[in-house]
């Protein structure tokens, strides 16, 4: 085997010409993925998960008790969206308990993708529970019940008050992690609904309009259904191995390509663990070279694919030829 002792290693990245070629700017750093979360923010989410466990469980005892009171659908159907909301919540509790595991011989991730599975169980009940809710409506609609609009209204407004509480606690986690994203629909949506059964429970109390209960507990459903969705296709996404939302495979493979040092890429694959963790596999054909020699492509390629594209764990295969099958996606099977 010939030695490759007499090949000077290629010179530095560092140097004008690769800072203006790959700058990093504003729109690139915009699609990166939340960094990860810090302990102290992980005790921030996990102590905002505890109050709004706390309230949603006030929550849904007043209304499901009141609801009976007063024979309101609507305040029954909030009710019960609430519970749902305390079942994902502590879903949501534990989850954010489990990704902390450390990696093992039998998980070599380690439990990243735990949230996936939480936030898809999660809008999966939403979705069940906006049908049920909707069913509902649609067997009271044709016989509207008598309701007593006054203490509609006023538990409707204690239940939008908490609602609201529970809601503003979450938001700041909903950007950092699809498992407190999907908690803080849950919860933004029972904000919302409340606020619907107060706007209801007025124009019952002044009009007498009992027919504005089962119409607006369809529309709750409609709309439980509807926010879940989107959760629903991103987490099925990414449990699929899809490329990341953000990400164009043919830029990244064309950004590496185009990369110094490098001749070639293919058998490129792109995938999320999870809304944080994105990865990425590649064969990279460079000059043939020592391995130390070639350290320096790898590092700043996998520097500049995180600055870039977010994705933060690459796997490269470094080559001195171009395989057989030299395409940018292969088929595996």
């Known amino acids: 085997m010939t030695k490759h002792v ?18 990093k700017s504003d729109t690139e750093r915009s699609k990166r993925p939340p960094s990860s979360s810090t302990s102290g923010e992980r005790r921030g989410m996990q102590k905002s998960l505890g109050i709004s466990i706390a309230l949603n469980a006030v929550i849904f005892i007043v209304e499901l008790i009141g609801g009976l009171l007063t024979n309101s659908l609507a305040l029954i159907s909030d009710s019960l969206h609430n519970l749902s909301d305390v079942l994902a919540l502590i879903l949501s509790y534990v989850a954010s308990k489990i990704v902390l595991w450390k990696s093992n011989s039998e998980k070599s991730y380690g439990y990243v993708r735990i949230e996936i599975f939480v ?9 069940l529970l906006g049908i049920y809710v909707i069913y509902e409506g649609l067997l009271r609609f044709t016989d509207p019940e008598p309701v007593a609009g006054g203490w509609m209204l006023i538990i409707a407004i204690v239940g939008f008050a908490a609602n609201s509480a529970a ?6 986690h909903a950007h950092h992690d699809l498992n407190m994203k999907s908690a803080y629909l849950h919860l933004l949506t029972d ?20 027919v504005l209960d089962p119409l607006i507990s369809i529309a709750i459903g409609l709309f439980i259904i ?3 969705w989107g959760i629903i296709s991103e987490t099925v996404h990414i449990l699929t191995e899809g490329t990341p939302k953000g990400i164009n495979l043919d830029e990244v493979a064309a950004f590496i390509q185009s990369f110094p040092g490098v001749n070639n890429v293919h058998h490129l694959h792109i995938w999320g ?3 944080r963790v994105r990865a990425l596999s590649a064969h990279v054909v460079v000059q043939d070279q020592l391995i130390s020699a070639s350290s320096s492509i790898r590092s700043e390629l996998e520097r500049e694919l995180e600055n870039r594209f977010g994705i933060n764990h690459p796997t490269l295969q470094f080559e001195g030829s171009v395989c057989d099958s030299q395409g940018i996606i292969v088929d595996i099977h």
């Open 119 to 127: 936030a898809f169980i999660n809008a999966m009940a939403l979705v």
């Open 167 to 172: 809601t503003l606690l979450l938001k700041t």
């Open 226 to 228: 509807k926010s879940a």
């Open 191 to 210: 904000a919302l609904e409340s606020l619907a059964v107060v706007v209801v429970a007025l124009l019952i109390a002044w009009k007498d309009w009992r």
């Open 6 to 23: 007499d090949h000077k290693p290629p010179e530095p990245l560092r140097n004008s010409v690769f800072t203006e070629a790959y700058s």
């Open 273 to 275: 663990l999870s809304s």
